[in-house]
């Protein structure tokens, strides 16, 4: 079976129960939901949905089915083995406080047994063994021995194993998961599902999610009770087909192909790691780009730079020059652009960011000793004198070469006030280190222990923990912020700055060209932040007449209507609709008189009337061909 074929099935099996199809939206917005530019990525099915997990009503209903492409790199580290991956599809269904754990589990039953025909006899599971805070799950256990798996088949795990959670905060719950045994690898009598033998192959996990954890860490039930799933397109397609590696699967064959011809070696042996390493960084890296991250600055535009720039060093294993990333990239479009049409739309625009910007950033990367790193630091205790104290010799010696491993100046200078505590900046540095590279917390440390004298485990523990949880209380507040801007905050200020951004994103088109797409936005009460595609800086001249276009048309009290329509209609209308996204067979176009159309979630006002006047507060550059206009309603409106 194919991926596509395999992903067609899922779909259809789930919309024959009732469930609506999501979008496949963009890796690094959501636009329909007000997506913010300050998001990094999507990274799973369900993290579109959840405010909608929360409590929110979908405009699709209580059931609804995706097929949605997403990027994560917590397990970057692994990437280079048969199964793990940076950029992925997942099909995902959810029950939106509708059905619950007997629907789900029979349904997965299904799937598995009857549309993809794996033998029952091989499918085993897990579920949720109980803690002191939550209890066994034998209702689960009990649906299962219902339909026919023996209770020697049926496996009882931890937390660790057998609970899904969004992050340290957030909707969450415990899970069933779904193992087939692959008949490839005998094992002890000891053996069992989820301990990474080889003999079984997970293929499904079934969240039951009836918690919101706080940042202080306690449970609280959840408004209503959810099913949230997960189905790795790219490990399935491999089970499916019979093979132990996902880069063999018609996915991945023509980019390892193209490396192979490149670097005029096989994919085998010692070539295989670096092979698998740059397929999944560029196939990554080309969707990014194709969804508008420009790899360059802080940020995602930082990870995908990282991403290219760790495919080039492993690149230098097999020989291959600097110029071999843009071959990768046409082959990944040509791999993927009929199902992901926008890659094909954008294809020039994607070689051109390589060819123009990407190059010319990788030329600056001197130390390709390591990849994403900088080179080993010296360690300072070498030339300890006699009568140095530890803290002197880490503010005039150490720190400074830390400086490498931070990257940016701004976290580096919040350093500074903690140099009389080494173990102090150490935690400090872990905790960046894990946040924005994704950095695991005990190889930083490692690292960090060879180089501060003496160095206090606890205190930087302590130190780490300490930022983590502010770190926590900070992300609910501005996560909330960032879902408020299309979703939960529906006030007066917010509606009327959502339309707003529909007016300035066709003025902009009008006055600048038609090369003008809105790559993101960000909206609070105060003020309205929206960037979009633009290679130079806005004259005097041309902002005033960007915020004359938007005045004159709230003073013209242009109606707002929205309509539902199908996806082809709203292309004939020309509606606005960007973001590299794939929308659903239905789409809602909102109209703002006959000046603007675009594909949105609202909330709008009813005329433009009500905006009253605005008025554009800054305008900058936020990396390459990408600017930012601040925008307020003026006083009085």
Known sequence: MTAQELKKKYLDFFIKKGHKKLPNVSLVSVPEFGGSSDDLFINSGMHPLVPYLLGKTHHLGKRLVSNQRCLRTEDIKKIGNAMHLTFFEMLGNWSLGDYWKEEAIKWSWEFLTKVLNLEPKRISVTCFAGDKNTPRDEEAAGIWQKIGIPEERIYFLGKEDNWWKVGDSGPCGPDTEMFYDTGKKKCGPQCRPDDNCGKYFEVWNDVFMEFNRLPSGRLEKLKQRNIDTGMGVERITAMLQGKDDVYQTELFEPIIQTIEKISKKKYQGENEKPMRIIADHLRAATFAIGDGVIPYGKGRGNIIHLLIKDARFEGKKLGIEDEFTVEIVKTVINNYQEEYEY???????????????????????????????????????????????????????????????????????????????????????????????????????????????????????????????????????????????????????????????????????????????????????????????????????????????????????????????????????????????????????????????????????????????????????????????????????
Request: glycine fraction near 6%; charge should be positive; charged fraction near 35%.
């Open 343 to 637: 890659l094909k739309d954008k294809k020039k625009k994607i070689e051109k960011e390589y060819k123009e910007k990407v190059e010319k950033l990788i030329e600056k990367d001197k130390d390709l000793e390591k990849p994403s790193e900088r080179k080993k630091i010296e360690n300072p205790a070498k030339r300890l004198k006699k009568g140095d104290k530890p803290a002197e010799v880490f503010k005039a010696e150490v720190l400074p070469k830390l400086k490498g491993l931070i990257k940016n100046k701004k976290d580096y200078d919040s350093f500074l006030p903690y140099v009389s505590s080494p173990s102090g900046v150490a935690g400090t540095i872990v905790f960046t280190q894990k946040s924005v590279f994704g950095r695991p917390i005990e190889g930083t440390t490692n690292i960090l222990k060879k180089y501060i004298r003496p160095f206090d485990e606890n205190k930087s523990n302590a130190s780490f923990q300490e930022l983590q949880k502010k770190h926590q209380e900070v992300s609910k507040i501005s996560a909330e912020k960032k879902f408020a801007g299309g979703l939960v905050d529906h006030s007066e200020t917010v509606t009327k700055y959502h339309t707003v951004t529909h007016l300035l994103h066709q003025a902009l088109r009008d006055v600048l060209g038609k090369h003008v797409q809105q790559v993101g936005s960000n909206i609070t009460p105060e003020r309205l932040r929206f960037d979009f595609s633009h290679p130079e800086k806005l004259t005097d001249e041309q902002i005033k007449k960007v915020e004359a276009i938007i005045n004159a048309k709230i003073k013209a009290n242009l109606p707002v209507k929205a309509e539902t329509i199908s996806l082809e209609e709203a292309k004939k209308k020309e509606a606005l609709a960007f973001f590299g996204e794939k929308y659903g067979d239905q789409v809602k176009v909102y109209s703002i008189g006959n000046y603007s159309q675009e594909v949105c979630g609202g909330p709008h006002v009813k005329s433009t009337r009500e905006i009253g006047r605005v008025k554009i507060i800054k305008e900058k550059a936020v990396g390459a061909g990408r600017r930012r206009i601040y925008i307020q309603l003026a006083h009085g409106s």
